[in-house]
Nanobody
Framework: QGELVESGGGLVQAGGSLNLSCAASRNIFSLNAMGWYRQAPGKQRELVAFITTSSSTNYLDAVKGRFTISRDNAKNTVLLQMSSLKPEDTAVYYC??????????????WGQGTQVTVSS
């Protein structure tokens, strides 16, 4: 089993909600910022959101106000709550972990990815 394990992807209608969860090993979780990237077919991977060890958050403009990232320090888990989903949110979502430098997230651990499909 990998060091980052995602769950919660699936199929949802536009306007609906989905929650993604990512469980990490204690060492990785406690020392690193956690985040989510996504990659849609034919597109480059893009950073959706990340949260630092002090729980500062950063979001892709396209998801601001619709997605919320949080971390559960007791469970070594990061959660991405997605609401008001749009077909353009369809992608494989990857959990990741790594340091930040000058407010930039630099992941060096990656999960296997989980598919999110939003139907119109």
């Amino acid at each position: 089993q990998g060091e980052l394990v995602e769950s919660g992807g699936g199929l949802v209608q536009a306007g609906g909600s989905l929650n993604l969860s990512c469980a990490a090993s204690r060492n990785i979780f406690s020392l690193n910022a956690m985040g989510w990237y996504r990659q849609a077919p034919g597109k480059q991977r893009e950073l959706v959101a990340f949260i630092t060890t002090s729980s500062s958050t950063n979001y892709l403009d396209a998801v601001k106000g619709r997605f919320t990232i949080s971390r559960d320090n007791a469970k070594n888990t990061v959660l991405l709550q997605m609401s008001s989903l749009k077909p353009e949110d369809t992608a494989v979502y990857y959990c990741c972990a790594g340091p930040t430098f000058l407010k930039k997230f630099l992941p060096n651990y990656w999960g296997q990815g989980t598919q999110v499909t939003v139907s119109s």
